[in-house]
């Protein structure tokens, strides 16, 4: 079946530390795939996207994730954690073919301690 | 350019109680969608719309109804809100060319 997989429900890191979120997913082929990020009480915004080509991927706010079709992931990194980076993850697919709709993970809530 | 906008930002209803959620785009987005958040469930999709007009059921669409007259606004509607759709709603529009969806702040529905 098609899913979209975030494994960890909730990661906690300290300031300054490194941060991977981890996302898989399984399509019969590699979707678009996408990250956004939800502060509290707020819409999603995008972070970046893949859709083909360099498997490194930049995005905003010193995000990137990097994409590894042998194992069907997709995972969200970032080199030093702000507090301000405390909020909720979604890694989301679209379908190569079909509707533009999105279909996203259950999301990773981070904290950020000082 | 205020991108996407829903109304209210808070609501609560009565079991049995109608209600339309607003959601509008100043973009000139063909494609629409509502989501329902729900803790631990991620964003499903409950209606989308493709153009003035023309509209689809999601992964979630009962109880839940939607029309298209214009391509600035899409919004949703609960006939017989029922203590299960309470959730938070999220409006979305869609470009095409990158596929990234702009999300509107979010609606809070709680049904007693």
């Known amino acids: 079946a098609q899913s979209v997989t975030q494994p960890d429900i909730h990661i906690t890191v300290s300031e300054g530390a490194s941060l991977e979120l981890r996302c898989n997913y399984s399509y019969g082929a590699t979707p678009y795939l996408f990250w956004y990020v939800q502060s509290p009480g707020q819409g999603l915004q995008l972070l970046l996207k893949y859709f083909s080509g360099d498997t490194l991927v930049q995005g905003i706010k010193g995000f990137e994730a990097e994409f590894k079709r042998s194992q069907s992931s997709f995972n969200l990194r970032k080199p030093s954690v702000h507090w301000s980076d405390a909020a909720e993850y979604f890694c989301?697919?679209?379908?190569?073919?079909?509707?533009?709709?999105?279909?996203f993970g259950t999301g990773t809530r981070l904290t950020v301690i000082p | 350019n205020a991108g996407v906008t829903q109304t209210p930002k808070f609501q609560v209803l009565k079991t049995g109680q109608s209600m339309t959620l607003q959601c509008a785009q100043d973009?000139?987005?063909?494609?629409m969608s509502w989501y329902r958040q729900d803790p631990g469930m991620g964003l499903r999709l409950i209606h989308y719309s493709v153009g003035a007009g023309i509209t689809d059921q999601g992964e979630v669409p009962n109880g839940y109804n939607v029309s298209r007259s214009t391509t600035e606004d899409f919004p949703l509607r609960l006939l017989s809100a029922a203590p299960s759709q309470t959730s938070v709603y999220f409006c979305?529009?869609?470009?095409?060319?990158?596929?990234?969806?702009?999300f509107g702040p979010g609606t809070r529905l709680t049904v007693t």
């Open positions: 989301a697919v679209k379908p190569q073919t079909g509707a533009n709709n999105l279909f």
């Open positions: 973009m000139n987005h063909e494609y």
């Open positions: 979305a529009s869609i470009n095409r060319e990158s596929y990234e969806q702009y």
